[in-house]
């Protein structure tokens, strides 16, 4: 038998139907072909992959209810049509049946955890929803610790997590669009948004960039992310992605699009600006007060990370005269057994902490912690005992390394730690000129970034007063009574005037 396509459609022959799926799919064992005979003895077939599927729901609900109906009714067996509708609408006591026509939607079903039925003299089949397999429920977010706020977090379902999302926006006007992108993995992709709220522009060009992707697998949603954002060649992200569905939900009351994919308990949330990275969930849980001193403390921990050991850098090799004398005393007495130069001693304790952070994240949980502190401990005490690396050189980077724990997205912490390294050469050839002028750059790039058409500096570049508000301070919620006007063009308001 020639190899047929997945293009082409069913044919009439159960028979021919079962072969053409072995050769498709290679007689995999987990696929179950259960034939048997159906009213006025008709043979049939129940088609479904082990381990995806709810075995007493398809005893129960396909495979009972047809035979007693071939045994009740011995004449049902009219013609392929009539008896076809027969079974699917009064037989098959399931909710969600449709039919199948082509070989690839066929295929897709099963692997959905569906159920398939043939007839012989068929020319469809009867996609009846039996899907049931293992997975995690909803937990507490595991990457994002949460202080205040609801304690649950999105899992491997996209179904689940588009629930969770519902529960908390009960309003008609939370739409959800669909896309299956990947040719091997028919992965399920959704975008959720408030109609008359997110801007249509954002909606119509993030649905135009999925369409444009062409690819063979999306195992998670930052294949997604990589595809679809608008500069490639940057270390500062332009999606948020988060696991929890308070900060999805709340995103999308602003006007921002949710992108969900099956797989993952990662949600990517768009456009965004610089200054929403610094923000976390449990600002609006608290006094506003204690939020606004938190993002400051964000912020300065952020430019802590990125300049600390590029200007330790340039004031010892470069601008003594900057440090008081007493302590300048101190460091070039630590500095005298040193045989390595600052440049050198900073890159090898950055590369060297570098390494114990990954350490740290890739050994098993129960002792990866451990030898993260204690190897750092061990190592920083031993080198400077050694004399390779002065004391001072320990504090500082240790300090760098605290202030990048304090920002909310790792992915931006990622980016301060590699900038960290450009500005070191260039503390460590120009001094301070030379971080003046990575900053001077590194602003100008700030300013080229946009996140689906919006500014990445917004509001500080263009400058936007209204949105002030909610960027590095957060002002009360009385007066939070409208949403950032380049995310909601359509209902810019929030709150209602008495």
Not at 68 to 80: C, I, M, Q
Not at 320 to 343: D, H, K, S, Y
Not at 360 to 375: D, E, F, H, K, L
Request: glycine letters at 6%; proline letters at 4%; aromatic letters at 8%.
């Amino acid at each position: 038998m020639r190899r047929m396509s997945q293009s082409e459609l069913l044919s009439r022959s159960l028979q021919h139907n079962i072969e053409t799926l072995k050769s498709l799919t290679g007689n995999s064992s987990d696929i179950i072909i259960r034939t048997f005979q159906g009213a006025g003895g008709l043979p049939m077939a129940v088609i479904y992959i082990n381990g995806l599927t709810d075995s007493a729901m398809i005893n129960d609900n396909i495979m009972k209810p047809i035979m007693l109906s071939g045994r009740t009714n011995e004449n049902t067996a009219k013609a392929s049509v009539d008896h076809f509708r027969t079974v699917r609408d009064q037989v098959v006591s399931i909710c969600a049946a449709s039919e199948i026509l082509r070989w690839d939607a066929f295929i897709l079903t099963i692997h959905n955890g569906n159920t398939v039925i043939l007839g012989d003299g068929w020319n469809q089949g009867i996609s009846a929803s039996t899907a049931k397999w293992e997975q995690r429920s909803v937990e507490e977010p595991s990457s994002q610790t949460v202080i205040r706020g609801p304690k649950e977090g999105f899992t491997e379902n996209i179904g689940i997590n588009v629930a969770l999302l519902r529960r908390k926006i009960k309003s008609k006007n939370l739409w959800k669009i669909d896309r299956r992108i990947g040719t091997e993995t028919q992965t399920d992709v959704c975008i959720m948004y408030l109609k008359g709220t997110a801007n249509d522009d954002v909606v119509t060009e993030v649905l135009e960039r999925l369409d444009r992707i062409k690819t063979d697998s999306i195992l998670d949603s930052c294949y997604l992310e990589e595809f679809i954002q608008d500069k490639t060649f940057t270390p500062f992200p332009t999606i948020i992605n988060t696991e929890r569905p308070d900060s999805v939900a709340a995103s999308i009351l602003e006007g921002q699009v949710a992108l969900l994919v099956d797989g993952t308990p990662f949600a990517l949330i768009l456009p965004v600006t610089f200054f929403k990275f610094f923000s976390a969930s449990e600002d609006y849980y608290q006094r506003f007060d204690i939020s606004t001193f938190l993002r400051i403390l964000r912020l300065g921990s952020f430019a802590v990370s990125m300049l600390l050991p590029s200007l330790y850098l340039a004031i010892t090799t470069f601008h003594q005269e900057m440090v008081p004398t007493t302590l300048l005393i101190g460091l070039a007495a630590q500095r005298e057994g040193v045989p390595l130069p600052a440049f050198y001693e900073a890159l090898l304790m950055e590369v060297t902490f570098e390494i114990l952070r990954e350490a740290g994240v890739r050994m098993p949980r129960a002792i990866g912690s451990a030898i993260s502190i204690v190897g750092a401990l061990v190592l920083g005490q031993a080198a400077v005992d050694a004399g390779l690396v002065s004391a001072a050189m320990v504090i500082v980077v240790s300090f760098t390394a605290i202030s990048s724990f304090v920002i909310p997205a790792s992915n931006v912490a990622v980016a301060a730690r590699l900038i960290r390294f450009m500005l070191m050469m260039l503390a460590a050839t120009l001094g301070l000129f030379g971080i003046m002028s990575g900053i001077f750059f590194l602003l100008i790039h700030l300013s080229s970034i946009r996140s689906f058409g919006i500014p990445y500096l917004t509001p500080i570049s263009p400058f936007i007063p209204s949105n002030i508000k909610d960027t590095i301070v957060r002002v009360p919620w009385k007066l939070m009574n409208t949403r950032p006007r380049l995310f909601a063009k359509n209902n810019y308001r929030r709150q209602k005037r008495r």
